[in-house]
Structure formats: C-alpha cells, structure tokens
C-alpha cells in the first residue's frame, strides 16, 4: 500500500463526507431547474435511492481500489474505478434495471417500477375493503366520491431494494472488466494525476473531491432521469399528476381532465364551481372551461 495517497486517512475521509454534500445539492439543483417540478416528498423518494446506492457503491470503489492497488498507488486505482462506474456503470445500471422492469411486468408487479409511488384507491374499491372489513360506517379520511391517491412506501423499498441489487450486478460485471483492462485504465489515470505526483495532499483531493463531483455530479443527473417516473397510465394522468408535479398550470389541467371524465363527480353545481377554481389559473385554462355549458355535465 503506497504511503503517498491514503484514501482511508482521516483526510481522505473528510473529503468523502464534502463528496457527499456536494452530489446531494446537485441533485437539489436539477429539482429547481427541471420542467415540471417534481413535488418535494417524490424528489426525496427518487432522490433517497440514489442517496443509499451512491453510500454502497462508494465502499465498494474504496475496497475495490485498495484490493486492486497492491503495492502501488491507491489514488490511482480509485480514479481508474470512478471513471468507470461513472461512464460504461450508468450505461449498465440502465439496462439491469429496464431487464428488472421488463420481468416485473411480465409478473404482473409494474407498479414496482422505478418511480411508482402512489396508491390509487378508487371508490367501489374502498366500498368493497369496508364491506369486507364489516364496518358499519366508512373510516375518517375515506372519500367514496373521488379516488384516494396515496404514497406507498412498501413500493418506495421494494424498488430501493431492486435498485442496489441493480448498482450491485452493475459494480460485478464492472470489476471482471477491470481484470480484463485494468492495465489500461491504471495507465489512463496515471496519465490524468501525473501533474500532482509530487503533491500527495492535492492529489488526494483531486481524486477525492474535484474530479468525482463533476463525475458524480453527472451520474446523478443522469440516473435521475431513468429512476423518476416518466410513463403514465390514463388512470394515472387523471388522478396522479396533481400528486406528483408542483406546476398549478398542469395541475389543474390534471384536475380538469378528471372532472370531464368522471360521471360521478357531475352535478349542476360543479361547472360553477370548477370555474371558480380556474379563475386564477390564467387565460389557457380559462379558454379551455369556456366552451363547456352545464348541460354538457348533466
């Protein structure tokens, strides 16, 4: 084990835990900026898996890197890992997961899915657990109008679950190309830290900290994209995306959908009620109510 390049130091550590906040604010940016937002409780859902896979998959490039160093450089051997998990890692975590999803809806289980996080429970379905259940009256909170939607955190650690096992499979396949080329990825990062062979602290924190938040930063980004959901059932276009999104504008879209669509919400008071909700949500969505009349809902 090289002297010049502790990674398990106590500088070493300190500069993981810096690793740590800086992925998580970039991963708070990408919330701020995208289009629509997610609401703040499904960005923590999505967000938390990649928070607990990046924590295990950082122990294993530390082990990795220590078992495959030997007598030479430690930091070289953690960026030669970085530099793979963060390139050909997301492209295989990609297509383990579309696999894993692909034989859970051959299961019948697609609504452990990435991203799948609500319950819908729609009204003869609530009617029917309470007549099951023998209750004399409906349990406080029940709504036999509308559907209740709520998070189902079962489903939340189910697909936390599916995912590290994903991360884990990806980080196998990524070590056996590791014996294969790693001869060539250890030349590549020699290459890369060669400036700062002289500067063991600085090079400790290049490896450590500057070169994994942009890395990580962009692994983030990317698994993000394909652990969120983004495929939506009819049913769940009407009920779901008013749960999901913070965008009044597709929210109230949502909200309208559900309205026209659902006969047993209609009555003659609802158009005059639904316009007084829209009143405030601009022109677009003031157009579109504007050509309905009160017979259309009868």
């Excluded at 495959?68 to 960026?79: H, K, M, R």
């Excluded at 749960?243 to 659902?262: G, I, K, P, S």
Aim: net charge negative; proline share 3%.
């Amino acid at each position: 084990m090289s002297d010049d390049c502790d990674i398990l130091g106590p500088l070493g550590f300190s500069i993981q835990i810096l690793l740590g906040v800086f992925s998580f604010f970039i991963l708070i940016y990408k919330r701020i900026v995208e289009k629509p937002k997610r609401q703040w409780k499904v960005w923590g859902l999505d967000t938390s898996k990649q928070g607990c896979s990046q924590v295990f998959a950082h122990f294993l490039n530390v082990a990795l890197a220590i078992h495959l160093s030997g007598d030479s450089d430690e930091c070289v051997w953690y960026l030669a890992t970085l530099l793979l998990d963060t390139t050909i890692g997301v492209l295989f975590s990609y297509v383990i997961l579309k696999l894993v999803e692909l034989t859970l809806e051959h299961f019948q289980m697609a609504n452990y899915r990435s991203g799948n996080y609500f319950l819908i429970i729609m009204p003869d379905d609530q009617v029917k657990k309470n007549e099951m259940n023998n209750k004399d009256k409906v349990p406080a909170g029940t709504n036999l109008i509308k559907p209740i939607i709520k998070i189902d955190l079962k489903a939340w650690f189910i697909q936390l679950i599916l995912w590290i096992l994903v991360v884990s499979i990806s980080k196998f396949f990524l070590f056996l190309l590791q014996l294969v080329i790693g001869f060539i990825l250890e030349s590549i990062s020699q290459f890369i830290l060669s400036p700062f062979s002289d500067l063991a602290t600085f090079k400790l924190i290049i490896v450590m900290c500057i070169i994994p938040v942009f890395m990580n930063g962009l692994q983030f980004w990317i698994q993000d994209n394909f652990l969120k959901k983004t495929e939506f059932t009819i049913q769940e276009k009407k009920y779901v995306l008013s749960e999901m999104y913070v965008d009044e504008e597709l929210t109230n879209f949502a909200q309208l959908d559900n309205f026209v669509n659902n006969p047993e919400v209609k009555s003659d008071h609802c158009l005059d009620k639904l316009q007084m909700e829209m009143a405030n949500v601009g022109v677009g969505v003031q157009q579109i109510t504007k050509g309905y009349q009160k017979a259309d809902f009868e």
